[in-house]
């Protein structure tokens, strides 16, 4: 059970840490650009970039912790078995 739940924590974790297509990334950066909009900067200002920046520094930070997380619970627990290897 503990083998399992690690697993699903490391899928997830893979997914949230960036091993995403060039679509999600394009997705997420008209997501961000939008933000921006939204937040009333004009695109093609310094302030603007300034935004996109910070929106970016987010999500990767974001990632990071997610992935700290889950690795600092993982190395708790038996280790994964793939293949029957260890």
Same mark, same amino acid.
């Given at each position: 059970?503990? *083998?399992?739940?690690?697993?699903?924590l490391?899928a997830a974790?893979?997914?949230?840490?960036?091993?995403s297509s +060039?679509?999600q +990334?394009?997705?997420n950066?008209a997501?961000?650009?939008?933000?921006c *909009?939204v937040?009333g900067?004009?695109?093609?200002? *310094?302030?603007?970039?300034?935004?996109?920046?910070?929106?970016s520094?987010q999500?990767s930070?974001?990632r990071q912790?997610?992935?700290? +997380?889950?690795?600092?619970s993982?190395?708790?627990?038996?280790?994964?078995i793939?293949?029957n290897?260890?």
């Amino acid at each position: 059970m503990k *083998r399992i739940s690690i697993f699903i924590l490391l899928a997830a974790g893979s997914i949230v840490s960036g091993f995403s297509s +060039t679509e999600q +990334t394009a997705e997420n950066m008209a997501a961000q650009r939008e933000r921006c *909009r939204v937040f009333g900067y004009h695109e093609g200002s *310094r302030d603007f970039a300034d935004c996109m920046m910070k929106l970016s520094m987010q999500q990767s930070d974001l990632r990071q912790q997610t992935f700290d +997380t889950i690795w600092s619970s993982a190395g708790s627990h038996d280790p994964i078995i793939i293949n029957n290897r260890k």
